[in-house]
């Protein structure tokens, strides 16, 4: 089975949910998932722009994840309150906004100085939804005026409704890994902290020289040689195995 972006664009609900069953069973990441999102969405509408933006919860802000037109350095970093601009309004009110001109006039509408799609005539917001939540927004934007029709406006939220679930779902699944190897790297941190623990130990004993200056020993030779504290401490370990191991021969 290819890939969403394989496929014919989309001319009908069929050719729509065809395209979104490829996205739902396919291993995309998330941001591969939202640019197929962003993909899709412009093929549905022909837009001039799209942008999606995902709820961060734990700070209540609507995020910008993905765009049509490149925004590397915005991505990420624009954000706004729930209930904030036209984009919080539509988290807030779990609600569709059609504007087909002047979208900046109206008195929801918040400027963002990145933002060329803020100079736009037309505006379509669509809350992404999951389980009933609203989990983001999908925003379309035409340079100049545009009457969004009720088909336009129906096919977009479809859209949201059928892929927040896929985002939600590969949300989590990032958010396993990074908690798996958040999990991963405290194991190790510990490991190396017996470790050292333990070279430490040989070198008070072997040197007659308290904790402390056996740590300092022991770092200061990690800097001399520009090597990991771990694999100086792994060294001594291994030296002191072999050391009483000849001993138990003789």
Request: proline residues 3%; without cysteine; glycine residues 6%.
């Given at each position: 089975?290819?890939?969403?972006s394989?496929l014919?664009?989309p001319?009908?609900?069929?050719?729509?949910?065809?395209?979104i069953?490829?996205i739902?069973?396919?291993?995309?990441?998330?941001d591969e998932?939202?640019g197929?999102?962003v993909?899709l969405?412009?093929q549905?509408?022909v837009c001039d722009a799209c942008?999606?933006?995902?709820i961060?919860?734990?700070l209540?802000?609507?995020?910008l994840?993905a765009?049509?037109v490149?925004h590397q350095g915005?991505?990420?970093?624009?954000?706004l309150?729930?209930?904030?601009?036209?984009t919080?309004?539509?988290?807030?009110h779990?609600s569709v906004?059609a504007l087909?001109?002047?979208?900046s006039?109206?008195?929801?509408f918040k400027?963002f100085?990145g933002?060329i799609?803020?100079?736009?005539q037309a505006?379509?917001?669509?809350p992404l939804?999951?389980?009933?939540?609203?989990i983001g927004?999908?925003?379309?934007h035409?340079?100049?005026?545009h009457?969004?029709?009720?088909d336009?406006?129906s096919?977009l939220?479809?859209?949201?409704?059928q892929?927040?679930g896929?985002i939600?779902?590969?949300f989590l699944?990032?958010?396993n890994?990074?908690?798996?190897?958040?999990?991963?790297?405290?194991r190790?941190?510990?490991?190396?902290?017996k470790?050292v623990e333990?070279a430490?130990?040989?070198?008070?004993?072997?040197?007659?020289?308290?904790?402390e200056?056996a740590?300092l020993r022991?770092?200061?030779?990690?800097?001399?040689?520009?090597?990991?504290m771990?694999e100086?401490?792994?060294?001594?370990i291994?030296?002191e195995?072999?050391?009483?191991k000849s001993e138990r021969?003789?």
């Open positions: 089975m290819g890939t969403a394989q014919e664009p001319t009908s609900l069929v050719g729509i949910l065809h395209r069953s490829n739902v069973s396919s291993e995309l990441s998330l998932m939202l197929e999102i993909g969405t412009v549905v509408t942008l999606v933006y995902l961060e919860r734990e209540n802000e609507v995020v994840r765009s049509q490149p915005d991505l990420g970093n624009i954000r309150k729930v209930g904030e601009g036209i919080g309004w539509v988290v807030e779990h906004v087909p001109e002047n979208a006039l109206d008195r929801r400027r100085q933002l799609e803020d100079t736009y505006f379509l917001s669509v939804v999951s389980g009933g939540d609203v927004v999908i925003n379309v035409h340079r100049e005026p009457h969004h029709t009720p336009e406006i096919l939220t479809f859209i949201g409704e892929m927040g896929a939600t779902k590969s699944a990032e958010e890994a990074r908690l798996h190897e958040e999990t991963a790297e405290m190790r941190q510990l490991e190396t902290r470790i333990r430490k130990g040989i070198l008070q004993h072997r040197h007659n020289v308290t904790e200056e740590y022991l770092r200061n030779e990690s800097r001399r040689l520009r090597r990991p771990r100086l401490a792994e060294a001594i291994l030296s195995d072999l050391s009483r021969l003789q």
